[in-house]
T-cell receptor
Framework: GAVVSQHPSWVICKSGTSVKIECRSLDFQATTMFWYRQFPKQSLMLMATSNEGSKATYEQGVEKDKFLINHASLTLSTLTVTSAHPEDSSFYIC?????????????FGPGTRLLVL | AQSVAQPEDQVNVAEGNPLTVKCTYSVSGNPYLFWYVQYPNRGLQFLLKYITGDNLVKGSYGFEAEFNKSQTSFHLKKPSALVSDSALYFCAVRDMAGGFKTIFGAGTRLFVKA
């Protein structure tokens, strides 16, 4: 149980385009979802936290208008990188927590590697 | 402020030998502590957690971790390492009172030699 999927796993795009990444909890209801960014050989950097039906809470230094997060249902959150630039190239990972006993633990998706040319 | 430290960038161990990956933490309240493993180009997989109760926590793939409150440590251990255990390991502490934010350590790369 507690499976989180991400789509796509890889995306290559041209500079200036927008890219949408989906994160789904497959077998539980994710009341809270998190988006992370990971640079090579580095730890995870939390970008934002979202609760279903609410606006996302962004970490300091993360541009809200550039990284649009939507958590419209208890099983789906999306991250849209708007007007992507090469410096946005990174590994993006989502995670989800449920309610009750599932609230304590975050379950991670497999990640999405974004390359902006 | 909460923080997690993994003092070793890399740990090398021979297959069959015991392994330890170190983690220390700093929190204002009761710690919720986690270990995750990451394989190349993959997301993080949950290994184990400490919330309350027995200080020795058993997790997936034969891993265990010992919570030591006086030393503020949560070291990951395994009695007999496998080559397939080679991966990147992250210790994390979660702030259940502050928006459920999880703080990750820098990660420790484990190499198990055959």
């Amino acid at each position: 149980g507690a499976v989180v999927s991400q789509h796509p796993s890889w995306v290559i795009c041209k500079s200036g385009t927008s890219v949408k990444i989906e994160c789904r909890s497959l077998d539980f209801q994710a009341t809270t979802m998190f988006w992370y960014r990971q640079f090579p050989k580095q730890s995870l950097m939390l970008m934002a936290t979202s609760n279903e039906g609410s606006k996302a809470t962004y970490e300091q230094g993360v541009e809200k208008d550039k990284f649009l997060i939507n958590h419209a249902s208890l099983t789906l959150s999306t991250l849209t990188v708007t007007s992507a630039h090469p410096e946005d190239s990174s590994f993006y990972i989502c995670s989800a927590s449920g309610a009750g006993d599932q609230q304590e633990t975050q379950y991670f998706g497999p990640g999405t590697r974004l390359l902006v040319l | 402020a909460q923080s997690v430290a993994q003092p070793e960038d890399q740990v090398n161990v021979a297959e069959g030998n015991p392994l330890t990956v170190k983690c220390t933490y700093s929190v204002s309240g009761n710690p919720y502590l986690f270990w995750y493993v990451q394989y190349p180009n993959r997301g993080l997989q949950f290994l184990l957690k400490y919330i309350t109760g027995d200080n020795l926590v058993k997790g997936s793939y034969g891993f265990e971790a010992e919570f030591n409150k006086s030393q503020t440590s949560f070291h990951l251990k395994k009695p007999s390492a496998l080559v397939s255990d080679s991966a990147l390991y992250f210790c994390a502490v979660r702030d259940m009172a502050g928006g459920f934010k999880t703080i990750f350590g820098a990660g420790t790369r484990l190499f198990v030699k055959a």
